[in-house]
Protein backbone atom coordinates (compact mmCIF):
# COMPACT_ATOMS: atom_id res chain seq x y z
CA UNK A 1 0.00 0.00 0.00
CA UNK A 2 1.18 3.30 -0.81
CA UNK A 3 1.26 6.22 1.72
CA UNK A 4 -1.69 8.65 1.82
CA UNK A 5 -0.49 11.19 -0.25
CA UNK A 6 0.88 9.48 -2.68
CA UNK A 7 -1.81 9.49 -6.12
CA UNK A 8 -1.46 6.33 -8.25
CA UNK A 9 -2.12 5.91 -11.96
CA UNK A 10 -5.34 4.39 -12.75
CA UNK A 11 -3.48 1.76 -14.79
CA UNK A 12 -1.29 0.66 -12.40
CA UNK A 13 -3.95 0.60 -9.74
CA UNK A 14 -5.89 -1.80 -11.84
CA UNK A 15 -2.99 -3.61 -12.62
CA UNK A 16 -2.27 -4.10 -8.74
CA UNK A 17 -6.08 -5.26 -7.80
CA UNK A 18 -5.46 -7.95 -10.77
CA UNK A 19 -8.63 -7.18 -12.34
CA UNK A 20 -5.90 -7.30 -15.90
CA UNK A 21 -2.81 -9.16 -15.87
CA UNK A 22 -0.60 -6.48 -17.42
CA UNK A 23 -0.49 -2.74 -16.97
CA UNK A 24 -0.87 -2.54 -21.05
CA UNK A 25 -3.63 -4.36 -20.74
CA UNK A 26 -5.44 -2.22 -18.30
CA UNK A 27 -4.25 0.76 -20.39
CA UNK A 28 -5.82 -0.57 -23.54
CA UNK A 29 -8.75 -0.70 -21.58
CA UNK A 30 -8.99 2.49 -19.84
CA UNK A 31 -8.15 3.75 -23.97
CA UNK A 32 -11.26 1.81 -25.29
CA UNK A 33 -13.65 3.73 -22.64
CA UNK A 34 -14.49 0.66 -20.86
CA UNK A 35 -13.92 2.01 -17.51
CA UNK A 36 -15.07 5.36 -15.70
CA UNK A 37 -14.15 7.34 -12.92
CA UNK A 38 -16.66 8.94 -10.82
CA UNK A 39 -18.88 8.95 -14.07
CA UNK A 40 -16.71 10.13 -16.53
CA UNK A 41 -14.50 8.57 -18.91
CA UNK A 42 -10.56 8.75 -17.92
CA UNK A 43 -7.38 7.73 -19.45
CA UNK A 44 -4.87 5.76 -18.19
CA UNK A 45 -3.04 7.66 -16.23
CA UNK A 46 -5.87 9.83 -14.14
CA UNK A 47 -4.75 10.03 -10.66
CA UNK A 48 -6.87 7.92 -8.04
CA UNK A 49 -7.80 8.71 -4.13
CA UNK A 50 -9.25 6.49 -2.08
CA UNK A 51 -13.68 7.25 -2.23
CA UNK A 52 -13.67 7.55 -6.15
CA UNK A 53 -16.20 5.35 -8.00
CA UNK A 54 -14.79 3.10 -11.11
CA UNK A 55 -17.66 1.41 -13.14
CA UNK A 56 -15.45 -1.38 -15.11
CA UNK A 57 -16.59 -3.00 -17.93
CA UNK A 58 -15.08 -6.44 -18.62
CA UNK A 59 -15.34 -9.03 -21.47
CA UNK A 60 -17.77 -10.64 -19.73
CA UNK A 61 -20.33 -7.15 -20.64
CA UNK A 62 -21.18 -6.97 -16.82
CA UNK A 63 -20.55 -3.69 -15.33
CA UNK A 64 -18.81 -3.36 -11.97
CA UNK A 65 -19.25 -0.53 -9.75
CA UNK A 66 -16.38 -0.59 -7.42
CA UNK A 67 -15.03 2.11 -4.63
CA UNK A 68 -11.87 2.59 -4.36
CA UNK A 69 -10.65 1.74 -0.46
CA UNK A 70 -6.83 1.86 -0.92
CA UNK A 71 -3.86 2.76 -3.02
CA UNK A 72 -1.56 0.65 -4.15
CA UNK A 73 1.50 0.29 -6.64
CA UNK A 74 2.34 -3.32 -5.89
CA UNK A 75 0.59 -6.32 -7.27
CA UNK A 76 -0.06 -8.75 -4.21
CA UNK A 77 -1.53 -11.81 -4.05
CA UNK A 78 -5.39 -12.16 -4.01
CA UNK A 79 -6.62 -11.51 -0.42
CA UNK A 80 -4.27 -8.55 -0.16
CA UNK A 81 -5.49 -7.12 -3.81
CA UNK A 82 -9.07 -7.35 -2.97
CA UNK A 83 -9.01 -5.18 0.13
CA UNK A 84 -7.92 -1.91 -2.35
CA UNK A 85 -11.58 -1.56 -3.83
CA UNK A 86 -14.93 -3.04 -2.18
CA UNK A 87 -18.03 -3.50 -4.83
CA UNK A 88 -21.52 -2.08 -4.58
CA UNK A 89 -24.31 -4.05 -3.84
CA UNK A 90 -26.37 -3.58 -6.63
CA UNK A 91 -23.11 -4.19 -8.56
CA UNK A 92 -22.87 -7.67 -6.80
CA UNK A 93 -26.26 -8.52 -7.32
CA UNK A 94 -26.37 -7.99 -11.33
CA UNK A 95 -23.17 -10.48 -11.54
CA UNK A 96 -24.72 -13.10 -9.62
CA UNK A 97 -28.25 -12.59 -12.16
CA UNK A 98 -25.75 -12.34 -15.03
CA UNK A 99 -23.44 -15.40 -13.91
CA UNK A 100 -27.06 -17.67 -12.77
CA UNK A 101 -28.38 -16.54 -16.74
CA UNK A 102 -25.08 -17.91 -18.13
CA UNK A 103 -25.94 -21.11 -16.38
CA UNK A 104 -29.69 -21.80 -17.46
CA UNK A 105 -28.72 -20.85 -20.77
CA UNK A 106 -28.95 -23.65 -23.58
CA UNK A 107 -26.22 -24.98 -24.89
CA UNK A 108 -25.09 -23.79 -28.42
CA UNK A 109 -24.05 -27.13 -30.00
CA UNK A 110 -27.49 -28.39 -29.42
CA UNK A 111 -29.31 -25.16 -30.98
CA UNK A 112 -27.73 -26.72 -34.51
CA UNK A 113 -30.48 -29.12 -36.41
CA UNK A 114 -28.38 -30.69 -38.06
CA UNK A 115 -24.50 -30.88 -38.24
CA UNK A 116 -21.87 -32.51 -40.29
CA UNK A 117 -23.13 -35.75 -41.57
CA UNK A 118 -21.51 -38.59 -40.17
CA UNK A 119 -20.21 -41.59 -42.31
CA UNK A 120 -23.22 -43.14 -42.87
CA UNK A 121 -25.19 -40.27 -44.26
CA UNK A 122 -22.41 -39.62 -46.70
CA UNK A 123 -22.27 -43.23 -47.70
CA UNK A 124 -26.33 -43.00 -47.80
CA UNK A 125 -26.10 -39.33 -49.84
CA UNK A 126 -23.70 -41.30 -52.53
CA UNK A 127 -25.82 -44.40 -53.43
CA UNK A 128 -28.75 -41.66 -53.70
CA UNK A 129 -27.07 -39.34 -56.18
CA UNK A 130 -26.70 -40.04 -59.53
CA UNK A 131 -22.79 -40.02 -59.82
CA UNK A 132 -21.12 -37.54 -61.43
CA UNK A 133 -18.94 -37.49 -64.78
CA UNK A 134 -15.42 -35.75 -64.08
CA UNK A 135 -14.67 -33.79 -66.98
CA UNK A 136 -11.21 -32.35 -67.51
CA UNK A 137 -9.62 -30.89 -70.46
CA UNK A 138 -6.55 -32.99 -71.94
CA UNK A 139 -5.19 -32.97 -75.09
CA UNK A 140 -8.07 -35.23 -76.79
CA UNK A 141 -10.38 -32.34 -76.62
CA UNK A 142 -12.37 -31.12 -79.65
CA UNK A 143 -12.81 -27.73 -78.68
CA UNK A 144 -9.17 -26.75 -78.95
Known sequence: ????????????????????????????????????????????????????????????????TLVIRALSVQRGPAPVAQALYEETADSLAQRLRAAEARCLAPEPAQSTLQGRPTKRDRRELERSQVQWQRWSASIDDPKR
Open 1 to 64: MTERNQPVRLDKWLWAARFFRTRALAAEAVDRGRIDVNGQPAKPARELAPGDTLVLRQDSGVKR
